[in-house]
């Protein structure tokens, strides 16, 4: 037990008397309808300023979303300012405009900016990271990052060096090296976060993902194969666009069969990766419980994604909370000492531009 | 009175407490150790955005946080103060505004596509360089021969009249593009010509065999000059890139989303090809009159070209993504003496591309 070991973050009231562990789930309030009628707005007020508005609707989403994750009773905020979101934006989107525009002229300038990309990823991550928490708060607590630039420096690119070196065996712990950085580094208040999970649980899931992975790949190879598609000779005569001419309807059957196998793959990952990442969690005496299932991350996921073409993108709203809603419920505090027990650090705003150069790279540009 | 917590910032300890806002523009808080008041002026309110709850921030850094965003609505008001950005929760709320941004939020975005897209690529075209053009043709004829192409069977006489034939045709443009005509024998194209946007215009030498007279030949180039000229590789492309900024812009933050969009493009990717054609086709039948040569010679080869390429394939299906407008809708087919017939529903894939 943990009763006795008093953590320097802040939790001292359960060091001494030992408490009755609660269980404290995530709460998602958040509805189809209501995200609805918030992301149209949203979209249209952007297409009417040709997209100056994004950076207002980013901030009204994000304080939709915080504010409807519900824990113990309150619930979380977003508090970043549109007009410093709109400046990180065009930082960017000249940057990039100039960086496309040289590469595409003079290919070779790649080489110069890859360098430049190499030390610049680690700084990007510290400062979405640092920005990302900042801008959070529960409980009129924010949350912050203590994540220096040699860390991430280390944990994303030198970490990755070693990983070619050994031919990519330990490519597990440059996994959780990542995770135990962004993680470990968080604070709510001044109580830092410690990431527990240990190395094992990262080599078995990605280990499994691999083997699941490679036998998926071996069986869709063995079918082209079998098609006929991989050997030149009889490819003059077969129509490619024709797949039921290709396969023969036993095998469009296989082939669906190998396709459903391959999202199951990667649900099945996403799911151990979440547990094992966010479930790794401690917060002074409070553990981080998370419980994703792979099979119903993937059921969500396809049938999410059915739902969005099929209305042709009107369903997005609801598979975007329904999402988010299995994510969060499934995610739940393991704690003895309730959440009224954090402290302040004197906080200040941040720049942030690191935040939306971060937001570029994972493309998240959703209204 | 209002109920709510407040949190004093120093600590994620909340005590419940209620807030009033006075007539006199005082706001009061209730229920803590202290009584604390100040100016509501002095006091910061979160937006309302849907259900969520409502933040009052102190100038001491503390928040009351309560979830009856109706009663510190009607207080502000009371007072005589706005609300901030009150207007987009009323938006948001009124069913009637939703459906009419939805159905305003579907025509702009099928004008933005239909109009704005091609007409913001033609603009970014105009001040990018030529060598752009370069760029993206670099190293495409490399990867056609490995793959699809024989050396031409043509003798070097033939081949030596055309290309002087082209060089007469391309001189005049001075456009900055460097036109050079190529020849090649590909079983799998059959009667085709296509341009690069590196301004390499490929022959293949069943197209030279299928013509009657060397005009014929020289429209098929002229319409590959227009694409050239067009430019429509380079705007193809910044085509494919706003259409791919707009598809995440309105759906951006799903990831099993995402693989979808990426075809977004490709899906426009035969529309915008169609418009080129078209301009292509326009581009060369004006060259053709320019230069006294009677423009049907372009019909005359491309309802040839379509009637071979339908004799050689066995589907009749309307092919909707197809990259080229109908040939019947491009040119009037005119039944040729010394020819059948075309069959009225000729296959419409290869073709002068």
Same mark, same amino acid.
């Given at each position: 037990?943990?009763?006795t070991?008093i953590?320097?973050?802040?939790?001292?009231?359960?060091?001494s008397?030992?408490?009755?562990?609660?269980?404290?789930?995530?709460?998602?309030?958040?509805?189809g309808?209501?995200y609805?009628?918030?992301?149209?707005?949203?979209?249209?007020?952007t297409?009417?300023?040709l997209?100056?508005?994004?950076?207002?609707?980013?901030?009204?989403?994000?304080?939709?979303?915080?504010g409807?994750?519900?824990?113990?009773?309150?619930?979380?905020?977003?508090?970043?300012?549109?007009?410093a979101?709109l400046?990180?934006?065009?930082?960017?989107?000249?940057?990039?405009?100039?960086?496309?525009?040289?590469?595409?002229?003079?290919?070779?300038?790649?080489?110069?900016?890859?360098?430049?990309?190499?030390?610049?990823?680690?700084w990007?991550?510290?400062?979405?990271?640092?920005?990302?928490?900042r801008?959070?708060s529960?409980?009129?607590?924010?949350?912050?990052?203590?994540?220096?630039?040699?860390?991430?420096?280390?944990?994303?690119?030198?970490?990755?060096?070693? @990983?070619?070196? #050994? &031919? *990519?065996?330990?490519? =597990?712990?440059?996994?959780? +090296?990542?995770?135990? /950085?962004? %993680?470990? !580094? $968080?604070?709510?208040?001044?109580?830092?976060?410690?990431?527990?999970?240990?190395?094992?649980?990262?080599?078995?899931?990605?280990?499994?993902?691999?083997?699941?992975?490679?036998?998926?790949?071996?069986?869709?190879i063995?079918?082209?194969?079998?098609a006929?598609?991989?050997?030149?000779?009889?490819?003059?005569?077969?129509?490619?666009?024709?797949?039921a001419?290709?396969f023969?309807?036993?095998g469009?059957?296989?082939?669906?069969?190998?396709?459903?196998?391959?999202?199951?793959?990667?649900?099945?990952?996403?799911a151990?990766?979440?547990?094992?990442?966010?479930?790794?969690?401690?917060?002074?005496?409070?553990?981080?419980?998370?419980?994703?299932?792979a099979?119903?991350?993937?059921?969500?996921?396809?049938?999410?994604?059915?739902? @969005?073409?099929? #209305? &042709? *993108?009107?369903?997005? =709203?609801?598979?975007?909370? +329904?999402?988010?809603? /299995?994510? %969060?419920? !499934? $995610?739940s505090?393991?704690?003895?000492?309730?959440?009224?027990?954090?402290?302040?650090?004197?906080?200040?705003?941040?720049?942030?531009?690191?935040?939306?150069?971060?937001?570029?790279?994972?493309?998240?540009?959703?209204? | 009175?209002?109920?709510?917590?407040?949190?004093?910032?120093?600590?994620?300890?909340?005590?419940p407490?209620?807030?009033t806002?006075?007539?006199?523009?005082?706001?009061?808080?209730?229920?803590?150790?202290?009584?604390?008041?100040?100016?509501?002026?002095?006091?910061?309110?979160?937006?309302?955005?849907?259900?969520?709850?409502?933040?009052?921030?102190?100038?001491?850094g503390?928040?009351?946080?309560?979830?009856?965003?109706?009663?510190?609505?009607?207080?502000?008001?009371?007072?005589?103060?706005?609300?901030?950005?009150?207007?987009?929760?009323?938006?948001?709320?009124?069913w009637?505004?939703?459906?009419?941004?939805?159905?305003?939020?579907?025509?702009?975005?099928?004008?933005?596509?239909?109009?704005?897209?091609?007409?913001?690529?033609?603009?970014?075209a105009?001040?990018?360089?030529?060598?752009?053009?370069?760029?993206?043709?670099?190293?495409?004829?490399?990867?056609?021969d490995?793959?699809?192409?024989?050396?031409?069977?043509l003798?070097?006489?033939?081949r030596?009249?055309?290309?002087?034939?082209?060089?007469?045709?391309?001189?005049?443009?001075?456009?900055?593009?460097?036109?050079?005509?190529?020849?090649?024998?590909?079983?799998?194209?059959?009667?085709?010509?296509?341009?690069?946007?590196?301004?390499?215009?490929?022959?293949?030498?069943?197209l030279?065999?299928?013509?009657?007279s060397?005009?014929?030949i020289?429209?098929?180039?002229?319409?590959?000059?227009?694409?050239?000229?067009?430019?429509?590789?380079?705007?193809q492309?910044?085509?494919?890139?706003?259409?791919?900024a707009?598809?995440?812009?309105?759906?951006?933050?799903?990831?099993s989303?995402?693989?979808?969009?990426?075809?977004?493009?490709?899906?426009l990717?035969?529309?915008?090809?169609?418009?080129?054609?078209?301009?292509?086709?326009?581009?060369?039948?004006?060259?053709?009159r320019?230069?006294?040569?009677?423009?049907?010679?372009?019909?005359?080869?491309?309802?040839?070209?379509?009637?071979?390429?339908?004799?050689?394939?066995?589907?009749?299906?309307?092919?909707y993504?197809?990259?080229?407008?109908?040939?019947?809708?491009?040119?009037?087919?005119?039944?040729?003496?010394?020819?059948?017939?075309?069959?009225?529903?000729?296959?419409?894939?290869?073709?002068?591309?």
């Amino acid at each position: 037990m943990n009763e006795t070991t008093i953590d320097a973050g802040g939790l001292a009231a359960s060091s001494s008397v030992p408490t009755a562990r609660v269980n404290i789930p995530f709460e998602f309030r958040a509805t189809g309808g209501e995200y609805f009628r918030i992301w149209i707005v949203n979209l249209l007020l952007t297409i009417v300023t040709l997209g100056i508005y994004s950076a207002w609707a980013k901030v009204r989403r994000l304080r939709y979303f915080y504010g409807s994750t519900v824990l113990d009773g309150h619930s979380f905020e977003y508090h970043a300012r549109p007009l410093a979101i709109l400046k990180g934006r065009l930082t960017i989107f000249f940057g990039y405009v100039i960086f496309l525009v040289l590469t595409k002229m003079f290919p070779l300038s790649i080489f110069l900016f890859l360098p430049l990309l190499l030390l610049g990823v680690p700084w990007i991550i510290v400062k979405a990271r640092l920005f990302q928490m900042r801008m959070t708060s529960y409980r009129n607590l924010r949350f912050n990052f203590h994540g220096t630039y040699g860390g991430a420096m280390s944990a994303f690119i030198g970490w990755y060096f070693l @990983v070619i070196l #050994t &031919l *990519g065996i330990i490519f =597990p712990m440059w996994v959780r +090296r990542q995770v135990a /950085y962004i %993680l470990g !580094n $968080t604070a709510f208040g001044t109580t830092q976060f410690r990431f527990v999970t240990g190395n094992g649980r990262f080599f078995a899931f990605c280990y499994a993902t691999m083997g699941l992975g490679i036998l998926v790949y071996a069986g869709f190879i063995f079918m082209l194969f079998q098609a006929g598609l991989m050997n030149p000779q009889q490819n003059a005569d077969v129509d490619p666009g024709n797949l039921a001419q290709m396969f023969g309807i036993a095998g469009l059957l296989k082939l669906l069969v190998l396709a459903i196998a391959g999202v199951s793959v990667y649900g099945y990952y996403q799911a151990a990766h979440a547990n094992a990442s966010i479930g790794g969690i401690e917060i002074g005496q409070t553990r981080v419980i998370s419980q994703l299932r792979a099979s119903s991350l993937i059921w969500i996921q396809v049938t999410n994604l059915l739902g @969005v073409l099929f #209305t &042709l *993108g009107l369903f997005y =709203p609801w598979a975007k909370v +329904r999402a988010m809603k /299995y994510h %969060l419920e !499934n $995610t739940s505090l393991d704690t003895a000492g309730g959440m009224g027990e954090f402290t302040a650090s004197a906080g200040s705003a941040t720049d942030p531009l690191g935040e939306e150069l971060g937001d570029f790279f994972d493309m998240d540009f959703g209204i | 009175m209002i109920e709510g917590r407040y949190f004093d910032g120093t600590s994620s300890v909340g005590v419940p407490a209620h807030l009033t806002l006075g007539a006199d523009g005082i706001a009061r808080l209730f229920g803590l150790a202290d009584r604390a008041e100040g100016p509501v002026d002095e006091l910061k309110f979160s937006e309302r955005v849907g259900s969520i709850p409502r933040r009052v921030t102190f100038p001491n850094g503390g928040v009351f946080e309560t979830r009856d965003n109706d009663a510190i609505d009607e207080a502000l008001e009371s007072i005589g103060r706005k609300a901030g950005k009150a207007w987009l929760h009323r938006l948001e709320s009124q069913w009637h505004i939703v459906i009419g941004s939805l159905v305003a939020v579907v025509l702009l975005s099928v004008a933005f596509v239909q109009w704005g897209v091609p007409a913001i690529a033609n603009q970014v075209a105009k001040v990018m360089p030529v060598e752009a053009d370069r760029a993206i043709g670099m190293g495409t004829l490399d990867m056609f021969d490995r793959t699809m192409f024989e050396t031409s069977e043509l003798s070097s006489d033939r081949r030596a009249q055309l290309r002087r034939e082209f060089d007469d045709m391309t001189e005049p443009l001075d456009d900055g593009h460097e036109y050079q005509l190529e020849f090649r024998k590909s079983e799998s194209i059959g009667a085709n010509a296509f341009a690069l946007p590196s301004g390499i215009v490929v022959m293949t030498d069943d197209l030279v065999k299928l013509a009657k007279s060397d005009e014929e030949i020289i429209a098929v180039l002229a319409h590959e000059i227009g694409h050239v000229r067009g430019r429509h590789a380079l705007r193809q492309l910044l085509q494919a890139a706003g259409i791919s900024a707009l598809a995440v812009a309105v759906l951006g933050d799903v990831s099993s989303i995402s693989g979808i969009l990426s075809a977004a493009p490709a899906l426009l990717h035969a529309k915008h090809s169609r418009d080129f054609e078209r301009e292509a086709d326009t581009f060369a039948k004006q060259w053709l009159r320019e230069h006294d040569i009677d423009e049907t010679r372009f019909d005359a080869i491309l309802c040839r070209m379509t009637r071979e390429a339908g004799e050689s394939s066995d589907s009749d299906a309307i092919d909707y993504f197809s990259s080229h407008p109908p040939t019947d809708e491009r040119v009037r087919c005119l039944p040729e003496e010394d020819e059948p017939e075309a069959e009225p529903e000729a296959e419409s894939k290869p073709r002068v591309s």
